[in-house]
């Protein structure tokens, strides 16, 4: 919601995209900006320590992808009775977000070609 909002998406765009009301995105807008003007107080915290934080990071946003990528294989868009506008944002969202993935696994195997490779070998396939 705050990428759409600082691409300059209006409440209307960001409602419609994330399939909710006009009333919640502005809500969460609101929410989401006063959590970022809460002043933070320096870290001081070590390159192992920001090692382990990035990690962490990482793990839990490939985890909520995984469950974001199951709960949309789940729903079967692809075979749910919609009206034109509906299935045509519903495309461009699977392909944009697939782009994303694509550009994402990409660089992990730029930096990685050992793990991906392991895949390759083992025959695991990603793309079932």
């Not at 960001?14 to 959590?35: C, G, H, M, V, W």
């Not at 793990?59 to 199951?70: F, G, P, S, Y």
């Amino acid at each position: 919601m705050r990428q759409l909002s600082q691409r300059g998406a209006s409440l209307r765009d960001i409602a419609s995209q994330l399939d909710i009301s006009k009333d919640t995105a502005r809500r969460d807008l609101a929410a989401a900006e006063t959590t970022d003007a809460t002043p933070v107080a320096p870290s001081v915290e070590t390159p192992a320590q920001r090692q382990a934080h990035h990690v962490a990071q990482a793990e839990t946003a490939l985890r909520q992808l995984c469950d974001a990528a199951q709960a949309v294989d789940d729903a079967t868009p692809a075979h749910t009775i919609t009206d034109d506008a509906t299935a045509r944002r519903w495309a461009r969202q699977l392909r944009d977000t697939a782009a994303q993935l694509s550009r994402a696994a990409d660089a992990f195997a730029t930096y990685y070609p050992a793990a991906v490779a392991c895949d390759t070998e083992a025959g695991v396939s990603h793309r079932d």
